[in-house]
Nanobody, 125 residues
Framework: QVQLAESGGGSVQAGGSLRLSCAAS????????MGWFRQAPGKEREGVAG???????NYADFVKGRFTISQDNARSTLYLQMNSLKPEDTAMYYC???????????????????WGQGTLVTVSS
C-alpha cells in the first residue's frame, strides 16, 4: 500500500505563490496517475491537475496558466507550483493516485486508491 504525504501549504496574499509537495512512501509500485485535488469549505472536492510518469500534465480550466504540476524522475515526489494565487484558490489540497484515465477533468473521485492527508492553502485579498 502506498502512502502519500503533502507539505508546503500556508497563507499568502493574492498574487503570491506557493509550492506544494507530495512524498510517496510504502509500495510505490501501486502509483499510477498522480494529481492534486482541492476542497474548499462547503464545496465538493475537485480535480486541479494530473500527470503520468512525469509526462502529459493536464489542468482544470480554473488553474491553467497559473499552476504547474511536476514529478521527480523517481516518481516519488509530486509537486504543484501555484502562482498568481487568488482568494478563490483557498482550500485544502490533496495529493492522490489512481489507475485508468489520467485526465483530471475525467477522473472520478471513487477511482482514487490513495489520498494524502491534505495541506491547507489560504489566500487573502
Amino acid at each position: 500500500q502506498v502512502q502519500l504525504a503533502e507539505s508546503g501549504g500556508g497563507s499568502v496574499q493574492a498574487g503570491g505563490s506557493l509550492r506544494l509537495s507530495c512524498a510517496a512512501s510504502g509500495d510505490t509500485r501501486s502509483l499510477g496517475c498522480m494529481g492534486w485535488f482541492r476542497q474548499a469549505p462547503g464545496k465538493e472536492r475537485e480535480g486541479v491537475a494530473g500527470i503520468l510518469n512525469g509526462l502529459s500534465p493536464n489542468y482544470a480550466d480554473f488553474v491553467k496558466g497559473r499552476f504547474t504540476i511536476s514529478q521527480d524522475n523517481a516518481r516519488s515526489t509530486l509537486y504543484l507550483q501555484m502562482n498568481s494565487l487568488k482568494p478563490e484558490d483557498t482550500a485544502m489540497y490533496y495529493c492522490a493516485t489512481w489507475w485508468g484515465v489520467c485526465s483530471i477533468a475525467k477522473v472520478a473521485l471513487n477511482a482514487v486508491h490513495a489520498w494524502g492527508q491534505g495541506t491547507l492553502v489560504t489566500v487573502s485579498s
